[in-house]
């Protein structure tokens, strides 16, 4: 069972990635950021009625789940605007790369990671530096790159996310609080960068003008969408991590952006150099060696 949720968490995730993309594309990253997080912590809360958790008491703990809720927001905010600017199948086989921070953190730990992650580890960097190379010049290379220095923020701050979350929340708390506590704090942050902008009700336009923010109900079904993805990709992640062996589990969800790369190919017709395909290809073999 445990590799069937597995490959579920990497389908739910690889669909949250895409409808995350398309949404972000046409109401901008605060936007699409504020009603995803506010959609899945409504979920989340519901579900701290079917299944109540007790609160654990102690500063220390507290202390901890605000530094990993930063990290959420911050991972979060990188990877939206990644998706928002750059070319998914690019950006999120970088993004997925968090892996290898979460192995960096446990080695640093005292965890020996076996031969086979450490050499992902190598790959990855390898795939990173191919995928940053454009095959082009001008101003076609640069457009090609943009999202990757966003998507390599994302992995760093995700990677510590997931290394508090499992290390040090989630034994204490359980799975439900700390989820919570993320949503609570992704969807305030959404709401200060918004009352930040010039204004709060107009988007970038593709000519570089101001438009008004889309809110019509193709946009609010997306943004379900989105939080629904997300949410089973956690709630059959958490579930693959009890009934089986955990690095079994991680290895198969890690491969989300294998899904997501065929729905931006079929749907959005996106066209990579051949350097950088050989990069993304790197990419996913490092993270999944990793997760082993």
Request: with cysteine; aromatic share 10%.
């Amino acid at each position: 069972m445990g590799v069937i949720f597995g490959l579920l968490a990497a389908i739910f995730w690889g669909l949250g990635d895409f409808l995350i993309t398309r949404l972000t594309r046409r109401i901008g990253t605060p936007h699409a950021l504020l009603r995803i997080q506010l959609l899945s912590l409504l979920s989340w809360a519901l579900l701290l009625f079917v299944l109540p958790n007790e609160i654990a008491p102690g500063v220390s703990i507290w202390a901890i789940a605000l530094l990993t809720g930063i990290c959420h927001v911050v991972g979060l905010g990188l990877v939206y605007r990644a998706f928002e600017i750059g070319t998914i199948s690019l950006v999120s086989p970088i993004s997925s790369g968090f892996a290898i921070v979460t192995a960096l953190l446990a080695l640093a730990m005292g965890e020996r990671p076996p031969a086979l992650a450490l050499a992902g580890a190598l790959r990855l960097v390898v795939g990173v530096v191919l995928a940053a190379t454009s095959g082009g010049s001008g101003v076609e290379a640069r457009s090609k790159l943009r999202g990757i220095p966003e998507a390599l923020g994302s992995a760093l701050a995700f990677g510590t996310m997931f290394w508090l979350f499992y290390f040090f929340l989630e034994p204490v708390l359980g799975f439900l609080w700390p989820l919570i506590i993320l949503k609570v704090m992704a969807s305030v942050a959404a709401t200060i960068a918004l009352r930040r902008q010039p204004s709060s009700v107009d988007v970038e336009s593709t000519d570089g003008g101001r438009a008004p923010v889309d809110s019509s109900f193709g946009v609010w079904t997306l943004a379900a969408g989105a939080a629904l993805a997300d949410t089973l990709a956690w709630i059959t992640y958490i579930q693959g991590m009890t009934t089986s062996f955990a690095t079994v589990v991680t290895a198969l969800a890690s491969l989300f952006s294998v899904i997501t790369l065929l729905l931006a190919g079929l749907f959005l017709r996106e066209r990579l150099a051949r350097v950088q395909w050989a990069g993304v290809i790197v990419i996913l073999l490092g993270v999944l060696m990793v997760s082993i």
